[in-house]
């Protein structure tokens, strides 16, 4: 069911940075945990990255972003954030935002609520 919001996408050129925002007006997204996968044309939907609902925020990145992007949370906000850096062409995809009320995975089918996504879009 789409009950979370996605903003922030964009066109930057290669090596440069945005940063992605998830809300809701209906979830309380301190209560889940929070993932964010992306799909680009023709492809699959991939994993990227989640948080966990627990104090301290355990993280966990796909191998092909680490060191790059970085997912945080402010409750007060109810606003979960991916900070992209160093983004690549391949970087390139449509960026959702999901919740799940068990434990993260990488598997999109186990999430229980999605946004309508943002275009990324790196150029070279």
């Known amino acids: 069911q789409l009950q979370l919001v996605e903003s922030g996408g964009g066109l930057v050129q290669a090596g440069g940075s945005l940063r992605l925002s998830c809300t809701s007006s209906r979830l309380r997204i301190s209560t889940y945990a929070m993932g964010w996968f992306r799909q680009a044309p023709g492809k699959e939907r991939e994993f990227v990255t989640y948080?966990?609902?627990?104090?301290?925020?355990?993280?966990y990145y796909a191998d092909s972003v680490k060191g790059r992007f970085t997912i945080s949370r402010d409750n007060t906000k109810n606003t979960v954030y991916l900070q992209m850096n160093s983004l690549k062409p391949e970087d390139t995809a449509v960026y959702y935002c999901a919740a799940t009320g068990d434990s993260p995975r990488v598997v999109p089918a186990t999430y229980d609520y999605w946004g309508q996504g943002t275009q990324v879009t790196v150029s070279s």
């Open positions: 948080i966990t609902s627990w104090s301290g925020g355990s993280t």
